[in-house]
């Protein structure tokens, strides 16, 4: 357990509305990642940040946007939520020694956008 | 760029019978490679993992792989299956480096035990 949680677990939306969710880690990791996992696609790498207000895109940003105020929480914001980002959304730290590290993931957020 | 290859998205086998979970990666870079576990309704959880050293690998639940650098193959093994392994399992690979680690998935098998 990596004291990953993530909030809200499930959430049903309206095409069109903002969506903010969150990540939040208790021993202070460095890297924060977030996927979406699709059937047939596994997991994709959305955004990833890598410090407090350090960021980037991973490979199926479009739509999304990422904020890291505190070192302990990652947000993942839809701003205008389309059906096509209906998914499972999963966060996850890296942990290790450097050159070692393992990705963890959270429990995940069941998105329905209707 | 790295890519994974896990050519059987389903694989039914029956409870105490052997199991193969085949992973095929590219990758022109030395890698790391990774099996997790999915339960349903759950997150990842991280069976095992190769950085270096042996190729073979002994992770959680009885569950092994071995690293065929020449095959590019990271094959995940049971010897005997429980109805409790029914769940979807991934094989990732990122680069052997530090920091920033991108880890590629790929498509997951859905492994299948029944009495």
């Known amino acids: 357990d990596a004291g990953i949680t993530q909030s809200p677990r499930h959430k049903v939306t309206e095409t069109g509305t903002p969506v903010t969710l969150r990540c939040h880690q208790t021993e202070n990791h460095r890297y924060m990642y977030w996927y979406r996992q699709d059937p047939g696609h596994g997991l994709r790498l959305i955004h990833y940040s890598y410090g407090v207000k350090d960021t980037d895109k991973g490979e199926v940003s479009d739509g999304y946007s990422v904020s890291r105020s505190k070192t302990e929480d990652f947000l993942l914001t839809l701003e205008s939520a389309t059906s096509s980002q209906t998914s499972v959304y999963f966060c996850?730290?890296?942990?290790?020694?450097?050159?070692?590290?393992?990705?963890?993931f959270g429990p995940g957020t069941r998105l329905l956008v209707l | 760029a790295q890519s994974v290859t896990q050519l059987d998205s389903q694989v039914p086998v029956f409870e105490e019978a052997p199991v193969e979970l085949r992973c095929n990666y590219s990758?022109?870079?030395?890698?790391?490679l990774f099996w997790y576990v999915q339960y349903p309704n759950q997150g990842l959880q991280l069976l095992l993992k190769?950085?270096?050293?042996?190729?073979l690998v002994k992770g959680i639940n009885g569950f092994e792989a071995e690293f065929n650098k020449s095959q590019t193959s990271f094959h995940l093994r049971k010897p005997s299956v429980h109805i409790s392994d029914t769940a979807e399992y991934f094989c990732a690979v990122s680069r052997g480096n530090t920091g920033f680690q991108k880890l590629v998935f790929g498509t997951g098998t859905r492994l299948l035990v029944s009495p």
């Open positions: 190769y950085l270096s050293g042996s190729t």
């Open positions: 990758s022109s870079v030395s890698v790391y």
């Open positions: 996850a730290i890296s942990s290790g020694l450097a050159g070692q590290e393992t990705q963890y």
